[in-house]
């Protein structure tokens, strides 16, 4: 291993001093009292400022111009070795006829001392200026704008700046808050720029524009609130490359107008979609996309939640966008059973059928099903939802080979063959069905629902569209005698049972389809109102004398808070009708 | 059965009506509740349309015990739903009518009445699954039943042949539909406050008179008894 001697210091002197002062840079400190560094070293070029040295000519010179600078500098310097060699430039770099040299930063009064000074060049002597933050001039100003090279391209982007705030302040309506970018290229000004012309100036205009409005404009609010519209028609855009920073400094805008441009795909569009999260009005009128692409607005209503019209024509009303400020609520339970039965043709059928079904089944099947009618089982053996383990975890014994779930069932003949068509099925499937007892009907053991189903089929073929029937959809559990594999004992199964009733049978009511759903049996809450609900649901009818139903509809609407169910009761009593209350 | 080729032609067509049923159905699932969860404006597009004379009387809707008029009114309700997350554990379905629409209306079609039924057939559907409300891991896991009847699109009917590709197309609407939910997950099911009574007294004075924690640290009979097994019930 070489010793390696100190960059730049002196060689040490053969023991002279035991302990010598050096300072960071391995110098030897000479004096007696050195100046107390009060900076710490900054030795990152983060940390170092850049100087740019004019007025020389020749780059075969550059490397004597860092070594006069570098002379001259160090003696001014406090940093630097008055005797020895320095360094205290740290990086050169050259571009044209600039030398750029990174200093340190308490280096930089040393170089404003030496700005002016004549080097002494083979082409005679060229005063060396320097500029920088931090440096004066000889005449006292600051050199840190750019120097007289740059000036042609100041004054010329000073100029377009000034041309850019003529357009933007000409362009905005302060009582229609419309930012108006329409037809750019008419702007008499920015024609005689050119700046909206060539394709490298064109992409610069937004951006500068923006960044001018950003001045004027600070915050989001005041942007907000100044600006409500924009319209960027008539630009001949094919896409929104150029305009794109709109959506970035004015993302609140909520009208839009890019009508009369050459649009002529929904993904020339996609630099906006999903912007502008209050876009309430958007014209895309007069661009090739209205006839190219077909059902074009399905894709760009999605992109705007609130947009409201789109060419005009209304695509949401504004009740459904103020559903998207609304709270959102989870439904709570209900046990408000749906039953649209004249003549109890579908309450006498539960009547008849349930005890029939537990009883004697082939006698319930003969009055009530015919050879078309089909019946088909289902079983939910993973049922994740509910009261999860609290269910009842009873095996699925002899439901299982006849289940037709769809979900584990791919086979096409298995779901054909596991479908019952006819008597003779049907009698096949429930006699493979154990014995089971279905509890009363009604609340709490059931919640059902019958509502009207159109186009059920007419046995008699005298209206072949069909006829209009009903659909009953049961929820509920039922105890089943459990005898498969050796075992003797009562369990319970929930199950969702759905029947189409029509017309034709001996009983004037048939079943059409009969699909039954089966499920560990986990209770019933989800139609039971909790002992909390019940006393609200009084309570209410003893204020209002409103009928059961209503008195829950009117606390379901107020999710039930009673404060709130009392403010809508008082609102809508008038328009209530008299059935609505008890007698 | 076993060979399709020994098939009757009016069981071909049977047997053509369910497998294409069950297809739709599959499709119609994934598609609808796909919208329910992410794309609720897309809703009203599943409907089909009033009739023409100004009949109310389809689409009919039933949500959890409430009617709804029209599938703009059902989409406000579902729109101020919370996060919701469907998971269909149980499918099945069914042709009511084989022959809704007449054998005249199918395009390309053969104009036989006992033809073409897997295009003309309105189906029953009857799902049944878990429903996660308010939050995506730990939001409410109840369970729910829906049963639909869809109708074809009359838009729709112009090839013979359906495949469900490229996902749903639309080609059957809802006519009918009855949703309810019908197991409250558990831990709606106390109110925090009815909770705290200590319930569980008898059980930790099994567990040999230990200070457990209620419910986490049941003790290999609580374990059991909860699973049903200490009754001679599940699985050995």
Not at chain 1, 340 to 350: H, P, Q, R, S, T
């Amino acid at each position: 291993m070489s010793k390696m001697p100190a960059p730049t210091g002196p060689r040490r002197g053969g023991g002279i001093r035991k302990h010598q002062r050096r300072d960071r840079d391995g110098d030897l400190v000479m004096g007696a009292t050195p100046a107390p560094r009060t900076t710490p070293k900054q030795s990152h070029s983060a940390n170092l400022t850049e100087l740019r040295v004019t007025g020389w000519t020749d780059k075969a010179e550059v490397q004597r111009v860092i070594q006069f600078l570098e002379r001259h500098a160090a003696k001014r310097s406090s940093n630097a070795s008055k005797n020895g060699p320095s360094n205290i430039i740290k990086r050169t770099r050259v571009f044209g006829d600039v030398l750029h040299i990174f200093v340190r930063s308490d280096d930089v009064a040393a170089f404003g001392k030496i700005n002016g000074f004549s080097f002494a060049s083979t082409h005679g002597s060229q005063k060396l200026s320097i500029s920088g933050s931090g440096i004066t001039s000889r005449d006292g100003a600051s050199t840190e704008q750019a120097t007289s090279s740059d000036g042609n391209k100041v004054e010329h982007m000073k100029q377009t700046i000034e041309v850019l705030r003529g357009f933007l302040s000409r362009r905005y309506d302060a009582d229609a808050k419309l930012l108006n970018l329409s037809t750019i290229t008419s702007d008499e000004e920015v024609r005689k720029l050119g700046m909206f012309e060539t394709k490298s100036t064109q992409t610069k205009f937004i951006p500068v524009l923006m960044k001018l409005c950003d001045e004027q404009l600070p915050t989001a609010e005041a942007k907000r609130d100044a600006i409500h519209s924009i319209t960027v028609s008539n630009n001949d855009l094919t896409n929104l490359t150029l305009v794109s920073d709109l959506s970035r400094v004015l993302p609140d805008t909520k009208n839009l107008d890019l009508s009369g441009n050459k649009i002529e795909n929904t993904k020339d569009l996609w630099l906006w979609k999903n912007k502008f999260r209050r876009l309430e009005h958007l014209v895309l009128t007069n661009n090739p996309l209205e006839t190219s692409q077909p059902n074009w607005e399905q894709e760009v209503i999605a992109w705007y939640p609130r947009l409201r019209l789109l060419n005009g024509r209304e695509v949401r009303t504004e009740a459904q966008i103020a559903l998207l400020d609304a709270p959102k609520q989870t439904p709570r339970p209900s046990n408000v059973n749906i039953w649209l039965d004249e003549g109890k043709v579908g309450e006498n059928f539960l009547l008849e059928f349930f005890p029939g079904f537990d009883t004697d089944r082939n006698a319930a099947l003969q009055k009530f099903y015919d050879n078309n009618s089909t019946f088909s089982l289902s079983v939910n053996a993973r049922a994740r939802g509910g009261a999860g383990n609290q269910h009842e975890k009873t095996p699925w014994d002899s439901y299982l080979p006849q289940s037709r779930n769809l979900k584990f069932i791919s086979g096409k003949r298995t779901r054909f063959q596991r479908r019952s068509r006819g008597l003779d099925q049907i009698q096949k499937a429930w006699t493979a069905m154990p014995p089971t007892r279905h509890p009363p009907l009604g609340p709490p053991n059931y919640s059902m629902d019958c509502q009207p189903q159109p186009g059920v089929p007419d046995p008699s073929g005298q209206y072949p569209r069909g006829v209009t029937g009903l659909m009953i959809t049961i929820h509920g559990e039922y105890e089943e005698h459990r005898t498969a594999k050796g075992a003797d004992e009562v369990v319970r199964r929930a199950f969702d049972r759905t029947f189409v009733l029509g017309p034709g049978g001996p009983a004037g009511v048939r079943v059409v389809s009969d699909m039954l759903s089966l499920r560990a049996a986990g209770g019933t809450p989800a139609w039971v109102l909790k002992p909390k609900e019940e006393a609200m649901v009084a309570q209410v009818r003893q204020a209002t004398k409103l009928k059961a139903e209503m008195a829950v509809e009117c606390l379901k609407a107020g999710n039930w808070d009673m404060d709130a169910a009392a403010q809508i009761f008082n609102a809508q009593k008038d328009q209530l009708p008299p059935e609505a209350f008890d007698p | 059965m076993n060979d399709e080729s020994q098939l009757t032609a009016a069981e071909k067509a049977e047997y053509t009506a369910d497998i294409t049923a069950c297809n739709a159905a599959e499709a119609f699932t994934d598609a609808y509740y796909f919208a329910l969860q992410k794309d609720r404006q897309n809703i009203p597009s599943f409907y089909c349309p009033p009739l023409a004379n100004g009949d109310q009387s389809v689409p009919f809707i039933a949500w959890n015990g409430e009617v709804f008029s029209d599938v703009v009114a059902l989409q406000t309700r579902i729109q101020t739903l919370p996060h919701t997350w469907f998971d269909v554990e149980s499918l099945d379905c069914d042709v009511l009518n084989p022959k809704f629409i007449p054998a005249s209306e199918v395009k390309n079609g053969s104009g036989n009445d006992d033809e073409d039924l897997h295009r003309r057939m309105s189906i029953t559907v009857a799902v049944a699954g878990a429903i996660r409300m308010e939050e995506q891991f730990k939001g409410p896991l109840r369970e729910f039943s829906e049963t639909f009847v869809l109708v074809p699109n009359p838009e729709k009917l112009t090839t013979k042949a359906v495949h469900f590709d490229k996902g749903w197309q639309k080609e059957w609407l809802i006519q009918s539909q009855n949703f309810r939910f019908t197991e409250w997950s558990a831990n709606e099911l106390v109110d925090p406050a009815e909770a705290s009574v200590p319930m569980e007294t008898d059980k930790t004075r099994v567990n040999g008179g230990k200070n457990t924690f209620r419910g986490t640290n049941k003790g290999i009979a609580g374990q059991f008894a909860a699973a049903g097994l200490l009754k001679g019930k599940g699985k050995a």
